[in-house]
């Protein structure tokens, strides 16, 4: 099994700031054969399915604001919102998919 | 617009059969570019892919569940159905239907999710 971590498991971030979460998976998610790897991040809000942020680690999904970035290779993953905004307080999931599916355990993102 | 919508019984006793279905509308599930999946969260804890299949005849579980999962697809009605034996307490959860991409993989459409009780 891939087991996800993620850090911090909580995060308080002031509006206009910068909030960074970190996914690391417990095996190398790069597939050489198509140079991507296998890992998304998906934003949940309460009472609400999650919502595809970025896949391929770095691919914004369809009508995601520009200031959700997404980066790392291999093993260590990072999520950055760039300028905190009231509507992206919400926990946040990195979900690897090379080997089925498999989630970190979120991390809450509070102003 | 498509939409998933997931249906069934909010309370299961223990030692019995789960039963859930989803409904698609604004696509077909045998279109040919999605998987359809089963994904739980239970209270405050992350996400579980539970299983996924396509039309064409791919079925996949999670290992975890032991066996006790049942995925089939009804296209007549363009639904798609998770049965789960045996349960137990831990398998109290929001149960979530998403559609997922075959050449991304990603689930990109998610349904608002059933609340499934097991209690006695």
């Known amino acids: 099994d891939v087991v996800m971590t993620q850090s911090p498991d909580s995060l308080a971030v002031s509006l206009g700031e910068r909030a960074t979460i970190n996914c690391k998976s417990s095996q190398n998610l790069f597939y050489s054969s198509n140079n991507r790897n296998y890992l998304a991040w998906y934003q949940q809000k309460p009472g609400q399915p999650p919502k595809l942020l970025i896949y391929w680690a770095s691919v914004r999904g369809s009508g995601v604001p520009d200031r959700f970035s997404g980066s790392g290779s291999g093993t260590d993953f990072t999520l950055t919102i760039s300028s905190l905004q009231a509507e992206d307080v919400a926990v946040y999931y990195c979900q690897q998919y090379y080997t089925t599916y498999s989630f970190g355990q979120g991390t809450r993102l509070e102003i | 617009q498509v939409q998933l919508q997931e249906s069934g019984p909010g309370q299961v006793k223990p030692s019995q059969t789960l039963s859930l279905t989803c409904s698609v509308s604004g696509d077909s599930i045998t279109s040919g570019h999605y998987y359809w999946n089963w994904v739980r969260q239970p209270a405050g804890k992350r996400l579980e892919w539970v299983g996924r299949l396509d039309t064409r005849g791919t079925i996949n579980y999670n290992p975890s569940l032991n066996n006790r999962v049942t995925m089939s697809a009804d296209t007549s009605k363009n639904q798609f159905s998770l049965r789960l034996s045996s349960v137990t307490a831990a398998d109290t959860a929001v149960y979530y239907c998403?559609?997922?991409?075959?050449?991304?993989?990603?689930?990109?459409?998610w349904g608002q999710g059933t609340v499934v009780s097991v209690s006695p």
């Open positions: 998403a559609r997922g991409e075959v050449v991304s993989h990603v689930f990109d459409i």
